[in-house]
């Protein structure tokens, strides 16, 4: 059975504040409304929360334009890593997103670790695109390579 409920605050996967949705009934009781995260739909809880979802969506916007202004400079950037290798060409290690978020800080590019998706450390040499989530509407790819020291 679903049960209609009003949005207080932003959940990722479902949508923003002041969206009107039909959840799940044990969603919304057990999750949802104890959280804070949504009650249940009367027209004073509507007005009051239409103000903070407009300014949201405003701010959306701008983080929206600014992010793909970000994803444009990383057209033509790429990240290289020169690291230490045995006489076979094995890498000793391996290269984190840690590392990678580092170079980037030395070539101007500030990024938080959780928009560089990077499912493991990086074990051998060669070329890799990565995904960096500027946005969750704007994504972009940067290009690492890892060489020889």
């Not at 409920?5 to 044990?26: H, Q, T």
């Not at 979802?53 to 990240?79: D, P, W």
């Not at 959780?114 to 969750?136: C, T």
Request: charged share 30%; with cysteine.
């Amino acid at each position: 059975m679903a049960v209609e409920v009003l949005l207080m605050d932003a959940v990722p996967g479902l949508g923003i504040e002041g969206d009107v949705l039909k959840v799940a009934d044990g969603y919304a009781r057990n999750y949802l409304f104890p959280k804070g995260l949504a009650s249940e739909v009367s027209e004073g809880k509507k007005r009051q929360i239409e103000k903070k979802r407009l300014e949201r969506l405003t701010l959306m916007k701008k983080e929206q334009t600014a992010a793909e202004e970000l994803s444009k400079k990383f057209e033509g950037v790429s990240c290289t890593l020169a690291v230490k290798t045995a006489d076979s060409g094995k890498m000793f290690g391996s290269v984190t997103a840690a590392q990678i978020l580092e170079k980037l800080t030395e070539e101007g590019i500030e990024l938080e670790r959780n928009q560089l998706k990077l499912d493991a450390p990086l074990h051998e040499l060669g070329v890799f695109d990565l995904v960096v989530n500027l946005h969750p509407e704007v994504k972009t790819t940067l290009k690492v390579w890892i060489v020889e020291e």
